[in-house]
């Protein structure tokens, strides 16, 4: 009987039925698409065995006059500085007292310090370091004392408590207490000073319902409303590069700068404190820094006329090559733009041409004009979403981007994104969790992946991967917080939630543990049958087409997985007669020859994986005998 050759169509598909999709793939994890074949997607390693606190979200690098790669690490809690593994802590401080202002107190037996500070303006999990400190008295020291803490409870504006631990001992590092003993009674002494780092962000968000949440008249009268309202916000930064130096912005707060000439060890600082010149922002939701034309830009931040207030529409520009000078004048390049569409500025991207603003319903274009204008806005687009201000990237020439119910792109004109697994990916979304989705571009694939947080997860855990070269789309159930392609690093490198950086396609192996393990890949056709499914088929044997270039293992090997059944609506474990089994599964190395079955039903189903260590695998077209064994 001759052998026929198991072709299927590139990408998955899960807008229709399994048995519509015939000739297609339907399942998949850790496998993506080169040349219209699967294989096993890269490994990834950690990046050095520091971490840092918090949950990170957004990734920034550059490289420095000197030569050194540096990658900004923004957290919840800090904002880091990574140079080859080492986090330098650069979160600006908000606060110093005057000495004197703070005061401790210890209970005999207890690691909990009591800290006095009128109008502290702290709360819980900010960090503090303490100066100038002298002994309490007993195990209490002024070592201990002096060094960097983390508030864990606030008890009211002029009162917190903090844990004592062993002196020299890192922040991130488990804590090891030290307990007061009866000799603790002093209060530290008149010369403490305390330096507070500025408010830290949340790394969920929290939500909530009740009146005027949601729609008018949508539900029963009365009825407590369904739909989550924002009430805090996630911590997200932004940041661009001033040359080698570094301007960063807290979401929905301020704009800071570090100044490389100062080293890894000073930390940034409000732009508001680097000049005596008027109108500085304090306030914006984004900043970045037109590449074509040297101008800070900040996005949804407070008015000129109105200092402090934020307008989640408005967007100012400093003058050309200041990051001070921000006073609209008849000498300067400074000015303000407002936004006439939607309730807020989402997101910002920089592409070759233009700036892209989007709001919650308009795509804006932004340009460059020279003076007088400088800059001008054009209406690109109405009534498109976007799922958060990290849903977006550009391309080339083209801009992707994640919406609350679609995917888009920009290449020229807005257009809706066809994608195959669309119903898959929006029926799984944590709604109230959008803001945590991040996208991340792979050029050496060709890929741009979106990680999203699924329905039962609040944090992320699944992605989705859209192929622009080959037009196809696939998913997987690993997530990250914050991506950046290679370029300045070898590698892709990503944030995980464990508070590690990873290097990705390294190796063939999951890195988070140690040793590595094996990564579960896998793919999964849709049912194919003989003709329209008249017939009943006979599988006998199976001739592999398996390729298991540059993996590691003595004898790479994975396995090939056949199930069969007869009815669109059956299962794969229906009971049959006979000697046939529904499913076979068989390993393949390669020096497998063929494999060997026996299977009857009306349709088949093909799978590959593997979860085994240092190997990797691509799929060619493996042959199988199968013959018409019947209508019944």
Sequence with gaps: MPLSKLQFKPGVNREVTAYTNEGGWFDIDSVRFQKGFPEKIGGWQKRGSDNYLGTARELHPWVTLDRDQFMGVGTNLKYYIDRGGEYNDITPLRATTAAGD?????????????????????????????????????????????????????????????????????????????LANGSDTGNGGASVVGAYQINTGLDVVVSASGWGAGTWSRGTWGSASTDAIVSN??????????????????????????????????????????????????????????????HVIAFGCDTEANPGVQDPLTIRFSSQESITDWAATATNTAGELQLGSGSEIVTAIETRQQVLVMTDTTLYAMQYLGPPFTFGVTAISENITIAGPNAAIAVDDNVFWMGRSEFYVYSGAVQRLPCSVRDYVFSDLNEGQLEKINVGLNTEHSEVWWFYPSANS???????????????????????????????????????????????????????????????????????????????????????????????????????????????????????????????????????????????????????????????????????????????
């Design 102 to 178: 703070v005061t401790f107190a210890a209970t005999n037996g207890s690691s909990t310090l009591v800290i006095t500070d009128t109008a502290h303006g702290a709360v819980a999990n900010d960090f503090v370091t303490f100066t100038g400190s002298a002994t309490l008295g007993g195990t209490i020291t002024a070592a201990v004392l002096n060094q960097e803490y983390q508030i864990v409870l606030v008890v009211n504006a002029n009162s917190y408590h903090v844990t004592a631990r062993t002196a020299g001992s890192l922040i991130n590092a488990p804590v090891v207490p030290v």
């Design 458 to 632: 609040l944090e992320v855990d699944k992605y989705v991967v859209y192929n622009y070269l080959e037009q196809v789309w696939y998913y997987g159930t690993f997530g990250r917080t914050a991506w950046v392609d290679r370029g300045i690093f070898d590698f892709p490198i990503a944030a995980n939630n464990d508070g590690f950086l990873y290097e990705h396609e390294l190796g063939f192996d999951d890195g988070t543990t140690n040793p590595a393990s094996a990564i579960n890949a896998y793919i999964q056709s849709s049912p194919m049958d003989i003709g329209d499914g008249e017939q009943f088929m006979f599988i006998r044997k199976m001739i592999p087409d398996v390729d298991f270039k540059n993996s590691t293992a003595i004898l790479p090997e994975t396995n090939i997985t056949l199930d069969v059944k007869n009815a669109p609506d059956g299962t794969y474990s229906d009971s049959q007669t006979d000697a046939f089994v529904n499913t076979q599964a068989a390993p393949v190395n390669a020096r497998t020859e063929q494999l060997f079955f026996r299977l009857r039903g009306r349709q088949m189903r093909f799978k590959i994986g593997s979860d085994e260590l240092e190997v990797t695998w691509r799929l060619g077209s493996p042959r199988v005998d199968i013959r018409p064994d019947g209508r019944r």
């Design 233 to 294: 916000t996630l911590r997200l930064w932004s940041n661009d590069n001033f040359g080698e130096d570094l301007l960063i912005n807290v979401r929905d707060g301020g704009i800071y700068y570090w100044d490389a000439t100062g080293g890894l060890g000073t930390r940034a600082v409000d732009i508001t404190t680097l000049s005596t010149l008027p109108k500085i922002p304090t306030v914006a939701k984004q900043i970045l820094i037109s590449d074509r034309d040297r």
